[in-house]
């Protein structure tokens, strides 16, 4: 069998003549929705930077950013620790203390 394309942007084409003999069969194709889609459309939300490195790191964390910016986060974030956010705490750092970081999560 020859396929003429397939993968997650092209789908998949079977054409009756590029087989020796016979006819294409009725295949099925599934996608993954929501991962096709956020590679195409790269959905990603704005840069969110609620806390500076200060006392013991920087905290930028999912529960909060919700709180402060409603409506702005998807339900179900795809990226960057999407259960928690981003935290950088001083005392793991090699000069004790974390960088002003910015956070944005990946919505379908």
């Known amino acids: ?10 789908g998949f084409v079977c054409r009756n003549e590029d087989k020796k003999e016979g006819m ?15 590679q195409l459309s790269l959905c990603w939300t704005e840069w969110f930077d609620r806390d500076n490195p200060s006392g013991s790191g920087d ?7 919700r709180k402060e910016n409603p409506g702005k986060i998807c339900e179900t974030p795809q990226y960057y620790n999407p259960t928690q956010g981003f935290v950088c705490r001083n005392e793991d750092q ?6 002003d970081y910015e956070v944005r999560f990946g919505c379908c």
């Open 24 to 38: 294409c069969k009725d295949y099925r194709v599934r996608f993954p929705l929501c991962l096709l889609f956020c």
């Open 94 to 99: 090699t000069f004790k203390k974390c960088w």
């Open 59 to 65: 905290w930028e964390l999912l529960s909060d950013l």
């Open 1 to 10: 069998m020859v396929l003429t394309a397939y993968g997650k942007t092209s």
